[in-house]
């Protein structure tokens, strides 16, 4: 069954063709539920609602642009929309933060690590550092999908990026 066919098939709710969309799927989305959650658990759950928001919505997907991009935003919104209503974000004064890139001066550090300590941020952060690094997404879209504004999104990246660079220092150190 061709993309096309299986979408049509889910309008439909024809529930062998939403299996096989979620089997299609479901790696790919559990990735960003994964970037966007503080846990395993949080992301299998917010992998569950973004699949339930697909099927109920997918009637508006008129097959204008990608499919796939479609569900990985609806995906993204999901997750953030637990996070939007603990408005977790803090206000700081942005004049105090240097823009500063974490570095990482050589591969030697294990993949897993990174993702580890990425996963570890706060809730705040961790959503900000992963919309603006690894979505390229800006401060004031970052600032209208979390309710927040384009200063605070600017202050929790820099706080993620700050506490990154202090467990990749101890890291490197603890390598030695």
Sequence with gaps: MTLEEL?????????????????????????????????????????QDSFLTIFNRIEQFEGKGSFEGWIKRITVNTALQKYRKQRAFDITNEAQLEDEDVVVE?????????????????????LVFNLYVLDGYSHKEIAEMLGISDGTSKSNLARARMILKQKIHIYNTEQA
Aim: with cysteine; net charge negative.
């Design 106 to 126: 050589d591969n030697s550090i294990p993949l897993d690590f990174l993702l580890k300590i990425i996963q570890e941020l706060p809730d705040r952060y961790r």
């Design 7 to 47: 979408i049509i098939q889910c309008k439909k709710q024809d529930a062998t063709a939403q299996e096989e969309l979620y089997k299609k799927y479901s790696n790919t989305l559990f990735s960003i539920c994964l970037k966007y959650s503080p846990n395993y658990a949080e992301a299998q759950d917010n992998l």
